[in-house]
């Protein structure tokens, strides 16, 4: 059981150092794809991973372009606060690719309405917030995929 975590234009590095560390402890493969808001070289991004950044598998592509026709058969679910429905909702795959915006203004208006049936959102209950921190929403859809399919 593995997912592939897709961060599009991620900006802190912090969090994806988290989700890093998030990836390899799934078992999960990271794909990260440009442009970034920082450098893989950062110090922050280092420290959120620890020392175990040596050992994720992680895959970097230029841009959204590549990335999708690299991967245009695989099975995907779009994560958005724009979506109908919950995470819990989604039918989790081994190997599907769970894909996650910036943490400014999350995923591209049109990749979701070109993907409207494979979005999903994690409720939020409280109207004093818009969003959670990127690498607890990743936690969050990981560890609901690796409950349904165990």
Known sequence: MSFN???????IPNNTGNIGRLA?????????????????T???LKRAGLDYWQYLDVHIYE????????HKNADMVFFTAKANNHH???KYTDNMFLVFG???VGLPSTLVEDNNNQ??????????IRSLNLANAVGI???????QLA
């Open 5 to 11: 975590i897709v961060l599009i234009e991620p900006e």
């Open 24 to 40: 390899l402890a799934t078992n999960s493969t990271l794909h990260l794809v440009k442009p970034f808001g920082f450098e893989l």
């Open 42 to 44: 950062d110090k922050r």
């Open 63 to 70: 841009n959204q372009k590549v990335f999708f026709e690299t």
């Open 88 to 90: 819990w909702e989604i």
């Open 102 to 104: 910036k943490e400014s």
């Open 119 to 128: 979005t999903a959102k994690i409720p939020l209950y409280s109207p004093h």
């Open 141 to 147: 859809s990981v560890y609901e995929g690796l409950r």
